[in-house]
């Protein structure tokens, strides 16, 4: 027999294994049996070495015929194998869909994010733009323009986050969002200014009230013939519309040395719970500082102290969620716990 007739003879016998398979595992093992590197097609294609060279293209070319047609066959059949498996599984695996369905949960902004927000919508009401700046910033614009000196506590390394320095200026972590206030100012060169600066700051200091990052609200107002008493009423509007109608605030004389006068604010809680126990008629608590801009601040950025004045506020966004909400520890705002942040889908 020879070669051609010994490739028809396999050809026949795969054919029949091909038709006599009945599941996709036992045509692999046709497959393999006849087509593989090792199969019995392959091994009798290591004879053509001793075929007569010029009947060698003949049986190639017969070799290849038989191997496509099997090929081709066993890719049909393991289709038919595939789409059978795929519509048996469809018709056994019904989707019941009475069943309610899964519920996604709620997403919620975090609440420093609901502070800001809401109170960036309170003073735009007011006629505040909003405006930002860079938290990295020069001595000039975080201390010496805000009329704060060289030896101020603030400044000092422990308060501080002081950067390399690579400029003549000292760079620093800023530790207010004054630093808008006094590029606006110098952006702008005239008055009005009516602007709110939000934004991340940071200080040396961490415990259950403090952080080292937080976040600062700051306002400023300036033109001719701006009061304190636009001020008070300024933030009089404030306090009554992120705490309520029966908010009241008070001012305590306090020093700042970038306003001249300077308060502390206050605000007035009705009827919140006593720690000694039963209820009491309500209390003052400190919510921002505030006053009117100091002349030398007016003067670093080449306004005329006798002709403006203006009124600068800032306050912790932390210190009033944690007061709005009656958030007992600072440090859960930075925790990032699903399950306390949870709370606030609704907010």
Request: glycine residues 8%.
């Amino acid at each position: 027999m020879d070669l051609i007739e010994r490739i028809a003879e396999v050809e026949s016998q795969c054919l029949r294994a091909i038709e006599g398979s009945r599941t996709e595992g036992e045509l692999a093992l046709v497959d393999n049996r006849y087509l593989s590197k090792k199969g019995a097609l392959s091994e009798l294609l290591k004879a053509l070495k001793d075929v007569p060279p010029e009947q060698r293209p003949k049986v190639g070319a017969r070799a290849n015929e038989a191997k496509t047609k099997l090929e081709a066959l066993i890719g049909t059949r393991r289709e038919g194998f595939q789409s059978r498996a795929l519509e048996e599984k469809l018709n056994s695996e019904r989707i019941d869909v009475t069943l309610p369905a899964r519920k996604t949960p709620a997403g919620s902004l975090h609440p420093v994010t609901l502070v800001i927000s809401e109170t960036t919508a309170i003073f735009r009401r007011l006629g505040f733009e909003l405006s930002e700046g860079p938290e990295i910033d020069t001595e000039f614009h975080c201390f010496d323009a805000l009329n704060i000196p060289p030896d101020h506590p603030a400044r000092d390394m422990q308060d501080t986050f002081y950067l390399p320095r690579e400029v003549k200026e000292n760079v620093v972590l800023r530790t207010q969002t004054s630093t808008v206030q006094i590029r606006t100012m110098l952006a702008k060169k005239t008055p009005p200014v009516r602007i709110l600066s939000p934004g991340a700051v940071f200080r040396s200091d961490y415990d259950m009230t403090h952080s080292p990052m937080f976040h600062q609200i700051e306002g400023l107002y300036v033109d001719r013939n701006v009061s304190f008493a636009e001020l008070k009423g300024c933030l009089l509007f404030f306090a009554k519309e992120m705490f309520g109608p029966d908010a009241k605030i008070r001012l305590r004389p306090s020093f700042f040395p970038f306003v001249e006068p300077g308060a502390e604010v206050d605000v007035w809680f009705k009827n919140r719970a006593n720690p000694e126990g039963g209820q009491k008629e309500g209390q003052w608590l400190e919510i921002l500082g505030a006053g009117m801009v100091h002349p030398e601040v007016f003067r670093a950025v080449g306004f005329d102290p006798a002709k403006v004045s203006g009124f600068a506020f800032g306050m912790g966004v932390e210190r009033i969620a944690m007061l709005k909400y009656g958030i007992p520890d600072l440090r859960l705002l930075f925790e990032n716990d699903v399950r306390f942040l949870r709370q606030f889908a609704g907010s």
